[in-house]
């Protein structure tokens, strides 16, 4: 499962949430990262190119902070200029299958998003036309990783967001438990001994230990309900 | 009544809708027609000018074709530019109870704009974030003028969609039987009358008195239903 994340910010430097995100992106060959700013500071997309890397992936994330309800401009043109007919839709469709997601972060609490609300309408709404650029492409919406108001979260809070963007970023879609577990136990075998302390070594292997452990009881009861099929 | 229209089209000089609606915009003191594409072929939008442009009108609309179910990138930075924190909403919300519209042209046919058409979404729920917009900005939202597949348009709808877009344009709103009336005899009254052959004009001045009487035939019932506060 190789993941292209296509970042769209017009002052990604002075944006907190995004350099925090940056600065947590796991250093994995399995992911591409590609500033849009950055490579077309001109405005002039390199639609080959773009279309090359779509090919070459098999997750396509879109991670912006939202505009106007949408995404920037730039990743606006981004779409109207790379995902072209007869290479996205109409004869050839070439992205057919591929998981298509989103991480935005947005500037106003949730409860505003909702009739009622002071913005009136929920995300899942406002995002219709990327739901419909999925549907025209044959793609597979995955579920987006929203960010309400980064500054305002507590450190803790940021920490589990780094394991949710993580594991968005590189776990295998639609999301289960024992995908979660697998996640967690490569996570941890990847992981450097001689970065982490002899105690929070041996905290992450208890933990992992009682996940197996837990990982047999739950198999065990799903045999006996006979309901192996689920995805549990 | 002064009308900005801000027309976003890329590749304007090729689309047979936008030549067609540009060429039968009439010719009002009261509109000012704006094409971005060609004020900014660099990108670089004044924010100042527009800003002023948009305090020295009370209808705002958007003229585009509809790219990836949103408005072209252009279009988009100008507003993630022009309407900014403390000029259009915050501390400062310089665009309250001025209208919003959009004509946007489609080159689907209707029937797929639904749950179980091709495109999934009706138009109504894709424009859900300029609907958003108007929202954050307290400008009323007018019902959109939507130019499905133009291509395939007959004369006599072309005809049609000409009035419409006249209508659009100048016409006050809400709509009513009344206004479309007040707009008619208007509009017939600024009609240079050489322009026209006799036997047209006498054809035009019949229904003009038919509209007449009718208007009279209606505000009598009106008068009897006790209803004059309503508007028909």
């Known amino acids: ?135 025209k492409l044959d793609m597979q919406y995955v579920k987006p990783l929203i960010i309400y108001q980064f500054h305002y979260l507590s450190e803790r809070d940021r920490m589990r967001l780094l394991i949710k963007y993580q594991q968005y970023l590189t776990r295998q879609h639609p999301d289960s438990l024992k995908k979660r577990e697998d996640w967690l136990v490569e996570q941890v075998q990847e992981t450097n001994r001689t970065t982490i302390s002899t105690e929070g070594w041996f905290i992450l292997e208890q933990a992992l230990s009682i996940v197996e452990d837990h990982r047999l009881a739950i198999d065990e009861l799903a045999m006996l309900l006979d309901a192996e099929g689920e995805d549990y």
Do not use: C
């Open 1 to 135: 499962m190789k993941t292209l994340l296509l970042i769209s910010h017009p002052e990604i430097e002075d944006s907190g949430s995004q350099q925090y995100l940056l600065q947590s992106l796991p250093s994995s060959a399995a992911i591409t990262v590609r500033h849009l700013d950055t490579l077309y500071s001109d405005g002039k997309i390199d639609r080959e190119k773009e279309q090359a890397m779509l090919l070459a992936h098999d997750r396509i994330l879109f991670q912006f902070p939202f505009y106007w309800y949408s995404t920037p401009s730039l990743l606006k043109k981004w779409q109207d200029e790379v995902l072209t007919e007869d290479f996205a839709y109409g004869k050839q469709k070439n992205l057919t299958g591929k998981e298509f997601g989103l991480v935005i972060s947005v500037g106003i609490k949730e409860t505003e998003y909702q009739a009622g609300g002071r913005e009136g309408f929920t995300v899942n709404e406002l995002v219709a036309p990327l739901r419909a650029l999925a549907n």
